[in-house]
Structures are given as structure tokens and as C-alpha cells.
């Protein structure tokens, strides 16, 4: 199966750096308006910790970058081979349980 195929519709795939996640949110955060602080003000974060994670610092929490997501309406979406399986056995478990 080619990458194009599992990704959803309308959607472009990038590869994941953390250059290429800095790049994303500052696109996102420009597109939205809003400057580093009124960013950083709406993630519930420091101001240097969207300035740090826009600039490739290596070392950014992913709840930090969730927050940012939120805020910012980007869905980080994960695929793996894998991921068909788990869910699988999570919707098993969950029946299970009722």
C-alpha cells in the first residue's frame, strides 16, 4: 500500500523532523494570527518554549506540543502497520468490559 492511500482526504503528508514540526506550527500560528506569547498564552506554556520548539530545539515535551496542536486545530494522526491491531484490541477490551 502507498503512503498517498492511507492518508485521510485533502490531507498532505510531512515527514516528521523537529525542524519540520517547528516549520508546521509556525506556519500554522502565522496563519492564524496570533504572535509566540498570545500562543504560548492559549497552550498554557512558557513564551520561550514556542519560541524553542519553532526554532528546532530538540528537547520539547509532547504534551507541550499537543497543547500547541489543540490550540492551533492540527491533528497529529499516527500510522503504523500496527495501529489496525491495536485498535482491534482495544474495541475487544472495551466490549469486554460492558
Known amino acids: 500500500m502507498s503512503q498517498s492511500s ?18 508546521v506550527i509556525k506556519f500554522h500560528r502565522s496563519k492564524a494570527g496570533l504572535t509566540q506569547v498570545q500562543l504560548a498564552r492559549l497552550a498554557g506554556i512558557g513564551k520561550t518554549a514556542v519560541f524553542d520548539i519553532e526554532n528546532g ?5 509532547i504534551d507541550t506540543i499537543l497543547n500547541i496542536f489543540s490550540v492551533l486545530n492540527v491533528r497529529l494522526l499516527m500510522v503504523s502497520p500496527l495501529m489496525a491491531l491495536l485498535n482491534g484490541l482495544e474495541e475487544k477490551e472495551q466490549h469486554a468490559q460492558s
Request: glycine share 8%; no cysteine; aromatic share 0%.
Open 57 to 61: 530545539k530538540k528537547s520539547a515535551r
Open 6 to 23: 492511507q492518508q485521510p482526504p485533502g490531507s498532505d503528508q510531512v515527514p516528521l523532523t523537529i525542524e519540520q514540526l517547528g516549520r
